[in-house]
């Protein structure tokens, strides 16, 4: 979801310029008539584009009270075309049924932190600014990551930092962390970052010690990767017959659990030929992106944060929704409820 300030679109504010966002849109072949969902509304850069488009109806759903209260002028200047709702992405088709539409002609995911929340040092997303160690998404969505790094035994630490931050000093690290929160409480981003910097050594060109260390307490958090297995099965519940479903993902955690569904979801799953009288559901999906589409170089040097973003899309098939258990997509980590409860 990173992204960059730019002009107005649609008639209505506009501080963020989604990242793949021409590519996106002509994957998602906005068309008039069409009502489309913006699962990660953020700064509503994806919805300005899509209701610029054409003449759509946009329901956006943010987890994120201040984003939806920010996109208070963009529905005024929508016209009546933009729905917004503070809501999981995961209940996106819940959200469409809700008002009034069993099927949407498309959904777009940005996955990943805001540049906004990025930039407000009382969110503790950023290692760069010193705020309070929170990191959650929602203004009621349980623990924070200060509850987290106090509460977490050293060797479920490890596993979280090395599993969603893929940081190969993750024991290192956990050590740290468990050693330091006996002398005092860690309460704020720079404090964490110093930890982690004590640990993983700066180098020049390369990304900053405390990055992936934040990035899997931030997505352990929000829980992230179970909440986009989620709204990818919401999303095939609620597309119409082509229907298309994009999605931005920024590393690789995310990028392999979309690649994996929807290549699952593309194909015929072979019956045993013992079992003659039972048919292989059909596919899903329609596979429109073989590889990840990528962003050029000159919008990487409009907006490095772009850098690392992939965009995969699918059109949806006519077949029923699949029921098969994505839970396997999830690394094997402990529930974000019995950390929090010493279990």
Request: aromatic share 4%; no cysteine; proline share 6%.
């Amino acid at each position: 979801m990173a992204g960059s300030d730019g002009p107005a679109v649609a008639g209505g504010p506009a501080r963020h310029i989604p990242v793949l966002a021409r590519p996106a849109l002509e994957l998602l072949n906005i068309r008039d008539g069409g009502i489309y969902v913006d699962g990660t509304f953020g700064a509503g850069g994806y919805t300005s584009a899509i209701l610029a488009a054409a003449n759509t109806e946009v329901i956006g759903i943010d987890r994120d009270q201040s984003a939806v209260a920010n996109g208070a002028g963009l529905v005024e200047a929508a016209g009546g075309r933009l729905t917004l709702v503070e809501e999981r992405f995961s209940a996106l088709d819940r959200v469409a049924e809700k008002f009034g539409h069993a099927a949407v002609d498309g959904v777009v995911l940005d996955l990943g932190v805001s540049s906004m929340q990025l930039d407000e040092a009382e969110r503790g997303f950023s290692f760069r600014l010193d705020g309070p160690l929170d990191m959650r998404m929602g203004a009621a969505d349980g623990p924070s990551a200060a509850d987290v790094v106090a509460q977490a035994g050293e060797r479920d630490l490890a596993d979280i930092i090395f599993q969603l931050g893929e940081e190969r000093h993750s024991r290192g690290v956990a050590r740290a962390i468990v050693s330091a929160r006996k002398l005092a409480p860690i309460r704020t981003t720079s404090v964490l970052a110093d930890i982690v910097g004590r640990v993983v050594r700066a180098k020049p060109n390369q990304i900053h010690p405390a990055t992936r260390t934040f990035q899997a307490l931030r997505i352990f958090v929000n829980e992230e990767l179970v909440e986009l297995v989620a709204a990818l099965e919401a999303a095939e519940r609620i597309l119409k017959p082509s229907g298309r479903l994009a999605v931005v993902t920024f590393h690789s955690l995310e990028d392999r659990i979309v690649k994996t569904f929807l290549a699952d979801r593309s194909r015929t799953i072979g019956v045993s030929r013992h079992l003659p009288d039972i048919e292989a559901p059909a596919p899903t999906f329609h596979l429109l992106t073989k590889r990840p589409v990528a962003p050029d170089e000159a919008e990487i040097a409009g907006n490095p944060r772009a850098r690392s973003a992939k965009l995969r899309a699918g059109e949806r098939t006519d077949a029923p929704p699949r029921r098969a258990d994505l839970a396997s997509l999830l690394p094997r980590l402990p529930a974000l409820t019995d950390i929090v409860r010493g279990g």
